[in-house]
């Protein structure tokens, strides 16, 4: 199965009206700093948003609402995710939904936490985790009079993820539709956020061994990510081109497969880290290539170099803490 990392852009895109209901309780040097520490997280300089989230945070703990609080935690949480830094993450998201108390369902914030839990869940390998957080969030919207269908729309190409992890593919292709015939009635046919639909797809596709079919949706995405006017964060683009060079590779294009998986990598560790879990699946997707294609020797290497940021980082896809589905 192959994992995408596009979904975490459309939520941070999507539901930036439903985190800015925690801000108005804020003062407007503590908006300033969340609006500074998430440009830098956009600009890939996690370390020093972390530093600017982590200063807020101790402001929050100490003289701010419940709302302002959970939004903090949960900026600090995606940004230890991008970090690679997964212990870290759940422990943010498990604390800011701890905070939250909300009598209103369809509550956006709640909602936004329990998604970006899952996600982080879903890059940890445990999708049966991510599934009862992800029905509830669209659970959640939809029960809204208005309901938010670009927030929707994110919760079941989620769900669809994690439904082609647990290896229900029938139910993830009919999901999937359903978000991806809301992403194009919202966003329109060209807009970027269509990629993550896309892309998922693709990973459908390949899940099943319809290889073929997978070219199309993968090639797809990374034309209208190309073509965006909207600038979009380099591992987000290293997603798309792994996905792609997955797809070259089952259809025999090895040339192709190669290139797209090599500049993956390349994208990967430039703007993630020579550590971060998410390039050992690059590295490992590479190597896999590499293999079929006769070059064993260099294959062989960069598989050891991918086992051994899996072995440095055990803990992604086993879990740290209790599944907080209950908390709400």
């Known amino acids: 199965m192959l994992r995408l990392k596009t979904v975490r852009w459309v939520w941070t895109t999507s539901l930036a009206a439903a985190l800015a209901c ?16 998430r440009q830098l997280r956009s600009q890939g300089r996690y370390a020093e948003a972390r530093t600017v989230f982590q200063a807020l945070l101790r402001g929050a703990l100490t003289d701010a609402p419940d709302s302002r609080l959970a939004v903090v935690l949960d900026d600090l949480g995606i940004d230890e995710e991008d970090c690679g830094n997964y212990a870290e993450a759940e422990a943010a998201f498990n604390h800011a939904l701890s905070t939250t108390y909300s009598s209103i369902a369809d509550d956006p914030l709640p909602v936004a936490l329990k998604t970006h839990l899952a996600e982080l869940y879903t890059a940890e390998l445990r999708p049966e985790a991510a599934e009862p957080l992800l029905r509830h969030a669209a659970a959640a919207v939809q029960s809204a009079a208005l309901a938010d269908r670009k927030a929707l729309s994110v919760a079941y190409l989620d769900l669809a993820v994690t439904c082609t992890m647990l290896r229900r593919f029938q139910e993830a292709e009919s999901i999937l539709r359903q978000a991806q015939g809301l992403m194009e009635t919202e966003y329109g046919p060209s807009h970027p956020a269509l990629a993550a639909g896309l892309l998922s797809y693709a990973g459908l596709l390949t899940a099943e061994h319809r290889y073929a079919e997978a070219v199309v949706p993968a090639e797809r995405a990374w034309q209208i990510l190309q073509a965006s006017p909207i600038a979009i964060p380099r591992p987000y683009l290293a997603s798309a ?4 060079g997955m797809v070259y590779h089952h259809t025999g294009r090895t040339a192709e497969a190669k290139s797209y998986a090599r500049q993956a990598v390349d994208m990967a560790e430039a703007s993630l880290g020579p550590q971060h879990p998410r390039l050992g699946l690059y590295l490992a997707n590479y190597a896999a290539i590499l293999k079929q294609a006769g070059h064993r020797s260099e294959a062989k290497a960069i598989r050891k170099r991918a086992d051994e940021i899996r072995d440095q980082n055990p803990a992604a896809g086993t879990g740290y803490t209790i599944n907080v589905a209950a908390l709400r």
């Open 241 to 244: 081109l792994g996905v792609l």
């Open 22 to 37: 925690g801000a108005a309780a804020q003062t407007a040097g503590a908006v300033k700093q969340l609006a500074e520490g």
